[in-house]
């Protein structure tokens, strides 16, 4: 492969990158989380702490235990366990 050619292909690859990158961050701030994964954390969070998984029983707690693991030291999360869609499990 001549210069020529290799100057092309790095400037190509950099332009690439680029647009990729602009995209990613892009996306970042015009995108929220997806509909579920408060789901997830707050199942993760309720397994740690109440040892209840009603939330979302259907697939298996691990990741989730290990999502809300940084919210098992973080203050001022409030869980309210004494709302009657709680109680009823709605």
Excluded: C
């Excluded at 210069?3 to 701030?29: C, D, G």
């Excluded at 740690?48 to 999360?77: F, K, N, Q, S």
């Amino acid at each position: 492969m001549n210069r020529t050619n290799r100057i092309r292909t790095s400037v190509v690859l950099i332009l690439f990158a680029t647009f990729f990158e602009i995209l990613t961050i892009h996306s970042y701030s015009r995108m929220s989380a997806t509909f579920d994964e408060p789901q997830h954390l707050v199942d993760g969070y309720t397994a740690w702490l109440l040892r209840d998984y009603r939330i979302d029983p259907e697939h298996p707690p691990g990741l989730r235990l290990w999502a809300a693991l940084p919210l098992l030291v973080t203050p001022g999360i409030k869980l309210d366990t004494q709302s009657p869609y709680w109680i009823q499990g709605d």
